[in-house]
């Protein structure tokens, strides 16, 4: 039986674009979304591009669309674990994990100061924790608290359920399955940082005071582990000087064979937030800087900070003194000379691996490098097709939309 | 900014380096990822990165005099971390193998020596030469696979019985010693000139003022302390591994050095057959008749198993195995991807496999009576002792002398240090 409904795999901003987008003109639309709230990957950014807005701004009037349109149905918590059909006829089963948090939640936080229990916190990438009665950050959308069950014990439990004044916190709550039936798909499923721990040369993760640039996100964020202080996680002191590791697995073979596209904005953004804090001195080491199109003013403003060099020269090695400073050693290609360079905190400016990469995705086909090739009713849109900035996957959201429309039209 | 430099590309040159092994080198995007995880690269304007560029720009002039390209080792480091896969490791040894093929004087021998299409004509000269002789040697002696007594200090060919003798089929004063003797003055004088065109090659490039430096050390003493370091205790060799380096790579090095200490014992086999037994014919010559004597014996062939000598090159020949089998393992395990390996590398390998496998076995089949295999291997060892020794100046084994000389004159200018520092 042919459907005209659509169904939107990830609720990022690629996802929550084409999802309004198809709404908007009376279809029923479907968004599964893996974490508890939506927004991706720009919810957990300091500031985005291309205004340097906070990721509240851009969000806040997307959730509001979605607010005020009924045709969309979010389904956080849950995967998709079948498909079957062809387009404009797909059963498709989805896999509902437990919030135990019901939609009488107010917000209040009486859970959280319920539970003592802190686990590493998903949302900051390692670098803070949450309790097990959380809420990931301030503007989460849907605004409810996501009980973490595995982690808590039973008598923990017992007190968040008692502390909860609004009769919403269920702790029978169980795995569900939903059967949709839809006419056509958009799989928006985003990214994920590269893992450092394959760089190996670059410290593999371990040297305490080099993170990656989606943690500096966290550190620069006002909701993050540091309340958007920069700090060195080793010591929390504040770091003079810095440095930026760029084409961290990005354009290599042996890592990722592509150009991440948005690493050297987001670390020249990244300069422009420490600027705002300190006068630390920071050192960009690049292969090439890449600023697609209006971006190069960005560069060009952000490069006459006195403090700022930029060092034509891929880090090949780092490692860290007694003292926890990172050592990165460089060849200036422009001087040909090698050196080894001292930091107080380094960063590196990881690519972005598509989330599908290494899992077999459903009914669609992926490329080498794991990104989403377009179907029949099958549409690719975000980060999940190629590397995109905000702005961008928005656009190929409203492009997928489009192409859902068409597939499921009439129908 | 009115000192622009117009590049001049050199696009043959660049065609030639990407058929003698560079073929990836237009994939470099000068990360310089190769010269920071390069264990031997120096701080200053390190290899292979502008190895890379300049290739890419065919600048001719400056790649054929680097002396960078000696100071690598070949671990494949660079290789290995490439984020292009431009194998800079490969394009350094590309770059040696046209030494290798340009430094010494008669270009045809090079160019033979360069591919697999050359062995006939190299093979040929010695096989003929040889083949002559085991045919003229046979017929006098009424068989291709003869027997002998030993009458008097003479071999005498017997019809039944009797033992396999090299000597006999082969005099040594007359087919084996002169033949060698002229091929060992061939391969000096080729060196000669190859290690002079090479020098007048380095002395042309710029110097670096090194500020701070004592006095110059001289060539001698740079020449003595590579040999020191760099060749007896592999210094450089052994450091040439990348931090995560596996065991096979560990083991190239050790064995490399094992199969150098094989090739020096038997040098020095040889060098007490041939000098016992000139030098006994010397003294008699000269009239001191008794010692004469006395001297012939101790070199005299063939030597019993318990001679220590013998004992010497059998030990030799364990030992020249032990490493080529680390070094073959090796090679034959290689990461197509990330590094090849030239004909000069399969060549070299496979000789020095051919000049071991025919030794042993020569001994083993002569002991065991086996004319027919015997004689046999014994002509393919002489074939083959013969292509190492006469090719040498144009073979990857040339680097024995090049590299020493490049490593000494490298010291000599300041490049790398004088000692086992990097």
């Not at chain 1, 697609?292 to 780092?318: C, H, M």
Request: proline share 5%.
């Amino acid at each position: 039986m042919s459907n005209n409904s659509i169904l939107v795999v990830g609720g990022g901003f690629a996802g929550i674009t084409a999802a309004l987008e198809a709404a908007e003109v009376g279809y029923e639309v479907y968004i599964v979304e893996t974490n508890p709230y939506l927004g991706g990957r720009v919810a957990q950014l300091n500031q985005y591009f291309p205004k340097l807005c906070p990721p509240s701004c851009g969000l806040e009037i997307q959730f509001q669309r979605i607010k005020n349109t009924p045709n969309v149905k979010v389904i956080t918590m849950a995967e998709v674990t079948s498909v079957s059909g062809s387009a404009g006829n797909y059963d498709v089963k989805i896999t509902q994990r437990p919030r135990y948090v019901n939609e009488k939640c107010t917000s209040c936080g009486d859970c959280e100061k319920a539970c003592t229990t802190k686990v590493e916190s998903e949302f900051d990438f390692g670098i803070g924790t949450r309790k097990v009665a959380y809420k990931t950050h301030p503007f989460m959308f849907p605004m409810r608290y996501v009980i973490d069950a595995d982690n808590a014990s039973e008598s923990e439990l017992a007190a968040i359920k008692d502390a909860c004044t609004y009769d919403a916190v269920n702790l029978d709550d169980a795995p569900k399955t939903i059967d949709l039936a839809v006419g056509a798909i958009v799989v928006s499923t985003g990214w994920k940082p590269y893992d450092v721990s394959n760089l190996t040369n670059l410290g593999g993760g371990t040297l305490k005071n080099v993170v990656t640039n989606m943690q500096f996100e966290r550190l620069a964020a006002p909701s993050g582990p540091t309340n958007g202080k920069i700090l060195r996680p080793s010591d929390s002191a504040e770091p003079k000087k810095i440095a930026f590791v760029q084409c961290a697995g990005s354009r290599d073979q042996n890592h990722l064979n592509y150009c991440s596209y948005i690493c050297c904005m987001a670390s020249l953004k990244h300069v422009r937030y420490i600027r705002e804090r300190s006068d630390a001195n920071v050192t960009v080491y690049y292969i090439d800087l890449r600023t697609p199109g209006r971006y190069d003013k960005f560069k060009a403003i952000t490069e006459s900070d006195e403090k700022l060099s930029l060092v034509k020269g891929k880090v090949a090695d780092i490692v860290e003194d007694a003292n926890g400073n990172p050592i990165v050693t460089v060849e200036n290609a422009l001087t040909g000379i090698k050196t080894e360079e001292k930091f107080d905190m380094v960063v590196l400016a990881t690519g972005m691996e598509p989330s599908a990469a290494g899992h077999q995705v459903l009914a669609c086909s992926t490329d080498t490098d794991g990104f989403v090739i377009d179907g029949e009713g099958i549409i690719a849109a975000g980060c999940a097709k190629q590397p995109l900035d905000v702005m961008k996957s928005a656009q190929s959201g409203t492009a997928a939309a489009m192409k859902a429309i068409q597939t499921v039209v009439g129908r | 900014m009115s000192n622009t430099v117009k590049v001049q590309p050199d696009l043959n040159f660049i065609k030639e380096l990407q058929a003698v092994g560079g073929d990836s080198l237009k994939k470099c995007y000068q990360c310089a990822t190769c010269s920071v995880v390069c264990p031997l690269s120096p701080a200053d304007n390190p290899y292979p990165r502008k190895e890379m560029v300049w290739a890419q720009w065919g600048l001719k002039d400056r790649l054929v005099n680097d002396i960078d390209i000696w100071l690598c080792h070949n671990c494949g480091a660079c290789s290995d971390l490439c984020p292009r896969g431009a194998k800079p490791g490969d394009l350094l040894a590309a770059l040696r193998n046209m030494a290798y093929r340009s430094l010494a004087p008669l270009p045809i021998i090079g160019k033979w020596m360069s591919s697999s299409s050359g062995l006939i004509p190299l093979a040929a000269i010695p096989a003929l030469l040889y083949g002559i002789i085991w045919f003229i040697m046979g017929s006098r002696l009424g068989s291709f696979l003869p027997k002998f007594e030993l009458v008097d200090h003479a071999w005498v060919p017997v019809k039944e019985g009797g033992q396999i003798a090299f000597g006999g089929l082969f005099p040594g004063d007359y087919t084996i010693d002169p033949v060698f003797m002229i091929v060992f003055a061939f391969m000096i004088w080729a060196f000669y000139s190859g290690v002079r065109n090479m020098l007048k090659a380095f002395d042309g490039q710029p110097k670096t003022f090194i500020v701070g430096r004592k006095k110059e050390p001289s060539m001698i003493a740079a020449l003595i302390n590579t040999v020191q370091y760099e060749i007896l205790q592999h210094t450089q060799f052994l450091d040439c591994n990348e931090e995560d380096a596996d065991e096979l790579d560990i083991k190239r090095a050790t064995g490399h050095r094992w199969l150098m200490f094989a090739f020096i014992m038997l040098m020095v086999v040889t060098g007490i057959v041939a000098g016992t037994h000139w030098g006994g014919w010397f003294l008699t010559f000269m009239g001191i008749e008794g010692l004469g004597s006395i001297v012939s014996a101790i070199g005299h062939t063939p030597m019993p198993l318990y001679h220590p000598v013998k004992l010497l090159a059998i030990v030799g020949a364990g030992l020249g195995v032990y490493g080529l089998i680390a070094l073959t393992k090796r090679r034959v395990n290689l990461d197509e991807a990330k590094q090849s390996s030239s004909w000069y590398d399969w060549y070299l390998i496979t000789l020095i496999w051919a000049i071991f496998l025919t030794g042993i076995g020569a001994l083993i089949f002569r002991i065991l009576g086996a004319a027919v295999l015997a004689y046999p291997i014994y002509y393919v060892h002489l074939i083959s002792v013969f292509m190492m020794l006469a090719y040498l100046p144009w073979s990857k084994l040339g680097h024995l002398v090049y590299r020493t000389v490049a490593l000494s004159y490298a010291k000599k200018i300041g490049r790398i240090p004088m000692g086992s520092d990097k």
